[in-house]
C-alpha cells in the first residue's frame, strides 16, 4: 500500500499527464547477478536490483535489502517510498533501492558476505562512485556490510549507514527507531490525547526498526507488552523491561520468544491483540484482507515499509483504525543518512544527541503539516502525506524544467 494512487488524491492537487508519467515511471532500471562462491566451495548466483525511481530532488538514496524474498517487482515498490518519504522530509533526495535476492537456505557467514558486497560494489562501481545511487542498511543488511562497500569505494559520501568510527553518523543505528517512536508519541500525546504511560503497546519485529522503536518508547514511559520476530512472539502485560531485553537478545540472531520473563505468542496474536498502538517494524504485507478485520488497535504506526497491503488499509479504514504511514514514521533513517552524507562532504561531525534532535524537529513538522491538512481535508493520514509528498515533487519538477 505504502502510497496511494494519484487518482485518489486528484480532487486535492493537480496533477498533469506529463507529472504523473514522471511519478509512475521509474528513471532507471538496473539488474545484475552477484555470484561467490561459499565456504563449501559451492558457486550460488544471486539476483539483484537496483532501481532510480524519481531523482529530481537528487540522487537516488535508499537501503540495500538482501533476502530470499526479494524481487525486482518489490525494489520498485520500496524505490518509490523512497521518493515520497524524501519529498514529504524535504531531503535533497530522490527515491532508489536496491535488492540481493539470496537463495533459499543458505547459511551466509562472514566471509562470504565480504565476498557478497564486494562483488555488488564491482558489478555497479559506474553508479555508486559518480554518486548517482547512494545505499544505506534495510532488511537483512547492517553496517559492517555498509563498511565493505567503503571499504572497496574509500568515497566517504558514496555510502551511509557506515559505523561510527569510519566515518558513521552517531545516532544512525538508532535513526528509523527514533523516527517511529517520535511519531508515535506525536500521535498519541496529540491525537489521542493520552500520556505514553497509560498506552499498551505491541512491536512485530526486534530488529535495527523494532529495538529501537521499543528502546526510546520504553524510555519515554510507553508499556511495551508484547514484542515479536521472526519465530514467534513474547507477552507481558505488566510491559516489558526494555533493557533487560536488549541484554538477552544483543543481537537479532538471539530469538526472543524464548525470553523466560513473558508468556509465548504467535505473531498472529501480536498483531491481532487488544491495545492501544500497534507497532509492525518487520516487514511488508503483515496486515491484509486474511487478518485486517481481526486487528483491535487504535492506531498503527508503521515502522516497516509497506506492513499494511491495499486491501487491508481499506478494512482498516472501514473499522476506523488510523494508520500512520511508513514514508512519515520510518523516514529517521534516511533523515539521518542525509546528516552523514553532508558531513562526508564538509568534513563536520554530528553528536548523537544532535541527530536526534534533528531527527525529531524534521518528523515533529511533518507530522504537524499532515495533521493540519488531514483535519481540512477529512482524508486519511497516508492521503494527506501523499499530497504533500507529491505536491513537493511536482514543484521541483517545475523547477527542474521537466514539466
Ligand atoms: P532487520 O533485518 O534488522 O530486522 C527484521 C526483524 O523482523 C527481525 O527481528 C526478524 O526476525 C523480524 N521478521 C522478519 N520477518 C518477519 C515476519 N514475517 N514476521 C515477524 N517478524 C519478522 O530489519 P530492519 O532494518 O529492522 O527493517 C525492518 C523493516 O523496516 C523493513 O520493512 C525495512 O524496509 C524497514 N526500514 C528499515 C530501515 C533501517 O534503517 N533499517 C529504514 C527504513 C525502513
Known sequence: MAIVKLEEIRNFIDISPASEMLLEKNEKEISFSVNFKTKDNEIVFCDAYVVYHNVVLGPAKGGIRMAPNVSLEETRRLAKIMTYKNALTELPFGGGKSGIKLPDNKDIDEFTRIAIFKEYVHMIREELVAGHYIPAPDFGTDQFDMAVIYGELHIPECVTGKP?????????????????????????????????????????????????????????????????????????ENGFDIEKLFKYAPTKDITISDYPEGEKITNKELLEMEIDVLIPCATESVI??????????????????????????????????????????????????????????????????????????????????IKEMKEKLNITYRQTATILAVKFLIEAMHERRWI
Open 164 to 236: 561510527v568510527k569510519i566515518g558513521g553518523l552517531p545516532g544512525r543505528l538508532e535513526a528509523t527507531g527514533r523516527s517511529v517512536a517520535t511519531s508515535t508519541k506525536l500521535y498519541v500525546n496529540d491525537i489521542m490525547k493520552e500520556d505514553l504511560k497509560n498506552i499498551k503497546i505491541a512491536i512485530q519485529g526486534f530488529g535495527n526498526v523494532g529495538r529501537w522503536t521499543s528502546y526510546f518508547l520504553y524510555k519515554w514511559g510507553a508499556k511495551i507488552i508484547a514484542v515479536s520476530d521472526i519465530n514467534g512472539g513474547i507477552y507481558n
Open 288 to 369: 491484509n484482507k486474511e487478518n485486517a478485520n481481526n486487528i483491535k488497535c487504535k492506531v498503527i504506526i508503521e515502522g516497516a515499509n509497506d506492513p499494511v497491503t491495499e486491501e487491508g488499509d481499506e478494512i482498516l479504514k472501514n473499522k476506523g483504525i488510523e494508520i500512520l504511514p511508513d514514508f512519515l514514521c520510518n523516514s529517521g533513517g534516511v533523515i539521518a543518512s542525509y546528516i552523514e552524507w553532508r558531513n562526508a562532504k564538509s568534513g563536520n561531525q554530528t553528536e548523537k544527541e544532535d541527530t536526534f534532535n534533528e531527527i525529531d524537529k524534521k518528523i515533529t513538522k511533518c507530522f504537524y503539516k
